[in-house]
């Protein structure tokens, strides 16, 4: 029995906005709450531009609705975007890096991406986390190649190519969430476009990589401000 079609408002994530309608823009983990991204200290202070709470539909055993979740961020953020111009980067946590890496692309901007993957119909069919729901879709009568084709223009893997150069991703060696192998081909692709350094795996799992997070875009603001001072 096919489910009612969920409405603009159930596919809309929540955003909260910050103090600097030029700074950065962060995408939360899926089911996460602003709240504990706080506690966490993966968004700190409030020199930031906005921050997305993903859509609960967004992890979705129709492949149609995933879809339309990462399009209405889209929409959303363009919409800052003609506001307050680009923004400073694109600040994106597991599931969150996937519209991170989409905006970061569409803009030419950094992406400061965390445990991510490189395609969501893979991460659907191969990452323990996702297990119901690829069981549910099977049942519905999906495939995996109905979620490759919807979320096909979506995927980080076709958008790295276009952030900009001083972009950085963090992945975690023994993260059980994201196989290692959906990470690494990330990386891989990445180093065509961003500078070895930059691209970091660490030895931890999905949860310490997230938590390390606020330590890790502390250390590289501080960087880039040292940069900027000496130029």
Known sequence: ???????????????????????????????????????????????????YRLSDAMVS?????????????ERDVFGLAARNGPPSRLVGFSLGSVPATLMAG??????W?????????LMIWSSPAARGIRREAERRGYRR????????????IHWIDRVAPDS???????DRMVPRARG?????????RIAGNHLVELPLGH???????????????RADSSLLQDR
């Open 168 to 174: 950085r991703l963090v992945v975690g060696r023994f």
């Open 207 to 221: 949860v310490a990589v997230l938590a390390a997070s606020g330590f890790l875009q502390r250390r590289w603001l």
């Open 145 to 156: 190649d109905d979620f490759a084709a919807a979320l096909h223009r979506y995927n980080p």
């Open 1 to 51: 029995m096919l489910s009612a079609p969920l409405s603009p408002h159930e596919l809309r994530p929540r955003r909260i906005d910050g103090h600097n309608p030029c700074g950065a823009i962060y995408f939360l983990p899926w089911g996460m709450s602003f709240a504990t991204a706080r506690w966490l200290g993966l968004v700190g202070g409030r020199d930031w531009q906005a921050c």
């Open 61 to 73: 055993p129709d492949p149609e609705v995933c879809a339309g979740c990462i399009a209405a961020i």
């Open 113 to 121: 991406s965390f445990a991510s993957a490189d395609r969501g119909e």
């Open 184 to 192: 690494q081909a990330l990386l891989d692709r990445a180093r065509r």
């Open 106 to 111: 569409r803009l030419g901007r950094p992406v």
